[in-house]
T-cell receptor, first 108, second 113 residues
């Protein structure tokens, strides 16, 4: 299955600061998905990126797929305490494999 | 909003016992999955299921594991002889299309003692 590396493992920010998590693959991805898991919760689908260089926005969240379709990023502008959780990228080859996730904590 | 339902929410079992974890995927979804997450770790793929057969399975999904869709709504994961290291949260997921976003259930926390 497709392996994706995700960094950083942890990120602690002050409320209002920006946050970015990165997902990298050694091979070209057909698509990439992003999920959010709140503490004690289950993964919730955020978005899927398919096209090279694609950029999608959801309010304060900006998702980007690299030109070579080997990396992706999720950027949150002006974090809020409700953004707390672990953000996973997931890449599909034959099956959907999740990155290790970036755990975001936000200090009010 | 449609949900994936999993039961039970928590199961405690003795080592060596068989467990069956149950899932009801979203009704118009055709693709079903099981994932597990050991506490504090990443979400690990176990198996995908489509058209009444396994599409893909991971190295974790050994002979102790099996999946079944016994009727038109349920999707089950059976662990034949549980080990301590099987303790984890098990998530069922479904998707409408093969490449689409997955809807996850709330999970079953399995504790093997």
């Amino acid at each position: 299955g497709q392996q994706v590396m995700q960094i950083p493992q942890y990120q602690h920010v002050q409320e209002g600061e920006d946050f970015t998590t990165y997902c990298n693959s050694s091979t070209t991805l057909s698509n990439i998905q992003w999920y959010k898991q709140r503490p004690g919760g289950h993964p919730v689908f955020l978005i899927q990126l398919v096209k090279s260089g694609e950029v999608k926005k959801q309010k304060r969240l900006t998702f980007q797929f690299g030109e070579a379709k080997k990396n992706s990023s999720l950027h949150i502008t002006a974090t809020q305490t409700t953004d707390v959780g672990t953000y996973f990228c997931a890449a599909k080859n034959n099956d959907m494999r999740f990155g290790a996730g970036t755990r975001l904590t936000v200090k009010p | 909003e449609p949900e994936v339902t999993q039961t039970p929410s928590h199961q405690v079992t003795q080592m060596g016992q068989e467990v069956i974890l149950r899932c009801v995927p979203i009704s118009n979804h055709l693709y079903f999955y099981w994932y597990r997450q050991i506490l504090g770790q990443k979400v690990e793929f176990l198996v995908s299921f489509y058209n009444n057969e396994i599409s893909e399975k991971s190295e974790i999904f050994d002979d102790q594991f099996s999946v079944e869709r016994p009727d038109g709504s349920n999707f089950t994961l059976k662990i034949r002889s549980t080990k301590l290291e099987d303790s984890a949260m098990y998530f069922c997921a479904s998707s409408e299309v093969a490449g689409g976003g997955y809807t996850f259930g709330s999970g079953t926390r399995l504790t093997v003692v």
